[in-house]
């Protein structure tokens, strides 16, 4: 009788890891947002909390404002894998306060960047490229495509919030002392088109961009340094204002982009939580996937089988112990 006893505590204890984790994780939605990057860290994040931590996941559409006032409100989705906090900066700050909402890790390590770029073979002929008294001293390198008088600088198209800011910062820099002059693309496409062919000729370009794109996963670019630093509070009292009479030469700060989660969930799975405060990509990580996923026109769903078979490399740092070997195997069945 005492043997049968043992045994079966045995049995039973060697069953409650498995059951309490699938118990604590439950049923979970995840916001699918409507963008490349955070539709496919939602299809990771969905494969692996169902192979690590047996959640019942559903993947929801989502948006940055919307999400947040439901997950605020309503308690749901569960998790949003890619916010970028600065959209709905004071709807998280009183999602917190009131103890609805936590920040779980963030969703890009290197945070949403901006900048001006050069392409990499220019910086590894002339390192002082990375440098804007690089650009400028080269300036006639930057032939301008209607005017060959001056150097063109490709900014961002009309219309858009970058092109107040990078305006500034031209104007901040004295670019156009040094014979520089905005070339205004007209679309997102177009300026994309200029890197594609500035890269296909292995010609100069020197403009704005932004990471993490496919763009910049397909062509390496190099970020330009003003060796200034940033300044936060001057970047949004001036720099992102149309009135900005006195911009100073600053690097852009960079953009915070986090996982939230209710805080129902933060409470009820710890081991799920535990993986998402690790779980970052950084952005070369993020623009190489990108660039995979326009290339292949795939969906958040293919490209997460694509990163879970081509990046154990990545995937494997955000997980230990039994949970590893779980989405190992499911991995190895795809």
């Known amino acids: 009788m005492k043997k049968v006893l043992c045994t079966s505590t045995f049995l039973l204890a060697s069953t409650l890891p498995f059951t309490s984790s699938a118990s604590e994780c ?18 990771v994040d969905k494969f692996i909390l169902e192979n690590a931590y047996q959640c019942d996941v559903e993947l929801v559409p989502g948006d940055t404002v919307p999400t947040t006032t439901s997950m605020v409100e309503k308690g749901e ?15 998280l700050e009183n999602g917190v306060k009131e103890k609805r909402l936590r920040f779980a890790g963030q969703s890009l390590s290197d945070g949403g960047e901006e900048g001006y770029w050069v392409p990499q073979y220019m910086v590894d002929k002339d390192p002082s490229l990375a440098t804007i008294e690089g650009i400028k001293a080269n300036a006639k390198l930057f032939t301008h495509p209607e005017d060959d008088s001056k150097h063109a600088f490709y900014t961002c198209p009309a219309g858009w919030t970058c092109q107040i800011s990078a305006g500034h910062i031209f104007d901040a820099l004295q670019l156009k002392k040094s014979g520089f002059e905005q070339v205004d693309p007209g679309s997102g496409a177009a300026l994309a088109a200029t890197i594609a062919k500035a890269y296909s000729r292995q010609e100069p370009w020197f403009g704005y ?5 496919a763009v910049l996963g397909k062509y390496p670019m190099v970020k330009v340094e003003f060796g200034q630093g940033t300044d936060e509070q001057h970047y949004q009292n001036c720099i992102t204002q149309v009135e900005c009479k006195n911009p100073k ?3 852009w700060p960079r953009s915070k982009v986090d996982t939230v989660v209710t805080e129902s969930f933060a409470e009820r799975a710890p081991d799920a939580m535990n993986y998402l405060s ?11 996937m990108l660039a995979w996923m326009e290339d292949n026109q795939a969906d958040g769903e293919m490209a997460m089988e694509e990163f879970m078979l081509k990046h154990k490399d990545i995937w494997s740092k955000w997980l230990d112990g039994q949970a590893l070997k779980s989405v190992d195997s499911a991995v190895s069945k795809l």
């Open 26 to 43: 439950g049923s979970v939605s995840i916001a699918d947002m409507n963008w490349s990057s955070a539709t496919l860290m939602a299809n």
């Open 249 to 251: 030469p600053i690097m």
């Open 77 to 91: 989705p569960d998790i949003a894998p890619e916010l970028w906090s600065n959209s709905a900066k004071e709807l």
């Open 209 to 213: 961009y932004w990471a993490p794109t």
């Open 278 to 288: 690790k779980r970052a990509y950084t952005n070369k990580q993020m623009s190489n």
